[in-house]
């Protein structure tokens, strides 16, 4: 006998416990704000948080199933190979990374759509695992959540069913853009209603985690969308999926909006002390690579070593724009003095891969 289907809340919910909410609300306004701070106090967050943003697609690809490390897709981005050991993952992970980037961009010229969730899946399932599952388009039939090898009728979760789709779709989008009382609730609302709807047959996790930087920085909660909240998803993986369990069977909104305004809460300060290590890492080396370099390539060095904290020295030259001979001079001076370290040397046609260990123990 195949489980019930689920049918999705209609938005915006009635009778929430907001007063039981607001010992919570509270301090998940002030973390994000703090994290905010920190982020308005960089002169550009995008280049120092760079391997922060490729962690956090490490980590939302991991809860899915994939196995690549955060070192293996830095690895992979200084010399790329279809040999590389996970290279499948390591695909899902960039592709994850591309989406992201897509979806920022487009966010600058119009609003958190439904148009840009297809977009995002696309993009997202782009020649890796999942390609041929209506890629970029939403479910046409029914799908559902189980153990792999079962059928439905031991799903452990049914979607709503697909004509029903639309209308659940369409209501969620105009909920992007209510005037809900609290925003971080309202965000709580937008990721479980997503994952519940489960709109496409593969992908649905990781575009709804996606969901919550794009969604903080469309309202403004934050002027960066740099916010990561895999880590702690994953952390927490049973009481995550526990949570929208609880909605699904028990219509337990409440229970879920408590589970996540403490996600927020813990992986905003979690982001805002990673953040600030990271803010002092490039203070400091600011002023020891001058000294140690006296190039007038210092900043345009650092940059790039924040951005691609592994790297070829082809790849350095072209990241930072230096002069190859400059460039390979600041190397050198890097490298003896134990900046940068060799995560591989030179074999053959093979060219050494260089690593900035500091930044690597900060984002890990």
Not at 65 to 82: I, M, N, R
Not at 129 to 158: D, L, M
Not at 166 to 186: M, P, T
Request: proline share 6%; glycine share 6%; with cysteine.
């Amino acid at each position: 006998m195949q489980p019930r289907t689920y049918n999705p809340s209609s938005l915006p919910l009635e009778a929430l416990d907001w007063a039981g909410f607001v010992p919570l609300i509270g301090p998940a306004n002030a973390a994000v704000a703090r994290f905010d701070g920190i982020l308005q106090g960089m002169v550009n967050p995008a280049i120092l948080l760079s391997p922060l943003a490729t962690q956090e697609a490490v980590l939302s690809s991991r809860i899915e199933g994939t196995q690549a490390t955060l070192q293996e897709v830095l690895e992979f981005d200084a010399s790329p190979s279809v040999d590389a050991e996970r290279y499948l993952d390591i695909q899902e992970i960039v592709n994850y990374r591309r989406a992201m980037q897509m979806a920022v961009e487009s966010l600058k010229t119009r609003p958190l759509c439904l148009n840009l969730l297809k977009e995002i899946h696309a993009c997202l399932l782009d020649s890796v695992r999942g390609q041929n599952k209506r890629r970029g388009e939403f479910r046409r039939e029914q799908n559902y959540v189980g153990r792999p090898g079962v059928g439905i009728e031991k799903a452990s979760f049914v979607p709503p069913a697909p004509e029903v789709l639309g209308q659940a779709l369409n209501g969620l989008e105009k909920y992007f853009h209510f005037d809900e009382k609290d925003r971080i609730v309202q965000l709580a609302v937008v990721h479980a209603q997503f994952e519940l709807i489960h709109p496409f047959l593969d992908g649905n996790g990781r575009v709804g985690r996606m969901l919550v930087p794009l969604f903080l920085f469309e309202r403004a909660l934050l002027s960066s969308p740099v916010f990561y909240i895999s880590s702690y998803l994953e952390a927490h993986r049973d009481e995550y999926y526990l949570g929208l369990r609880s909605i699904s069977a028990n219509g337990d909104w409440d229970g879920w909006i408590r589970f996540f305004l403490n996600a927020v809460t813990q992986q905003a300060l979690t982001n805002s002390d990673k953040a600030r290590n990271i803010l002092a890492l490039y203070t400091r080396l600011k002023e020891q690579v001058a000294r140690l370099t006296r190039s007038p390539h210092t900043i345009l060095a650092l940059d790039a070593l924040f951005t691609a904290p592994v790297l070829t020295p082809v790849e350095f030259c072209r990241v930072s724009g230096i002069p190859r001979r400059s460039a390979f001079r600041i190397l050198d001076l890097l490298t003896q003095e134990g900046i940068l370290v060799e995560m591989r040397t030179q074999q053959g046609r093979q060219p050494a891969v260089l690593g900035f260990r500091a930044l690597l123990d900060a984002v890990e």
